[in-house]
């Protein structure tokens, strides 16, 4: 999400997007995928010209394209109906549509508008629990515990930094520890050596 942003699809509508199909996607495919759909359509008016058929071929390689399809027609449709083409700038409103999670909400918000809020994916609940950090089950309950512990300007950050070194450093069945920048300080909860 970062990196698209730095190549210019920084407006809200874009990162909703680039976020509704990175979900369970990797970051490379979602990147490519984007890129792709984008140069086809970068608004919702745009978008809605496109036919379900040819959307689901630009963001094949992403997961469930036929159910991500769905979900991008359908918020777009809404957004053009419903809020004259301006997409929401509200957590709330963008929950609403189907298709857009806490996190697919959060990451939009903070990537495209500096909105102060926290992403909370598989690997910064991973992480902040494994470091003893917060103590918490979902990653809902991990987003509200770091959003009351976690300085306020790291919110927007934590997401950036934590998805590549869980990805290649704190991994979820192997974590590398032997590398790790921070094992020292880490409570290592749950860790079996």
């Known amino acids: 999400m970062f990196g698209l942003r730095d190549e210019g699809y920084d407006t809200l509508y874009e990162q909703l997007i680039s976020s509704i199909i990175s979900v369970r996607t990797y970051d490379e495919t ?14 919702p008016e745009e978008m809605i010209r496109l036919d379900r058929e040819t959307l689901i071929d630009a963001i094949s390689k992403a997961t469930f394209p036929g ?16 809020y004259g083409g301006e997409t929401p ?7 609403a549509f189907r298709g ?27 992480i902040t629990n494994r470091w003893g950090y917060v ?25 950036r930094v934590l998805v590549p070194f869980g ?3 704190c991994t979820g069945t192997r974590p590398k ?17």
């Open 67 to 82: 159910d991500k399809a769905d979900n991008i027609l359908a918020l777009s449709h809404r957004i053009v109906a419903d």
């Open 100 to 126: 857009v999670g806490p996190k697919v909400a959060s990451l939009a918000l903070g990537v495209a508008l500096n909105h102060p809020i926290i992403a909370v994916d598989i690997h910064v609940h991973r």
């Open 167 to 169: 990805k290649h450093v």
């Open 30 to 43: 979602s990147t490519e995928v984007s890129r792709r759909l984008f140069a086809l359509a970068r608004t």
């Open 135 to 159: 103590a918490t089950k979902t990653p809902d309950q991990t987003r509200n515990a770091l959003t009351n512990k976690l300085p306020r300007d790291l919110w927007i950050e934590i997401n």
């Open 177 to 193: 520890c032997h590398s790790c920048p921070v094992v020292d300080d880490c409570a290592r909860v749950g860790v079996k050596w």
């Open 89 to 95: 700038a509200d957590f709330d409103q963008l929950t």
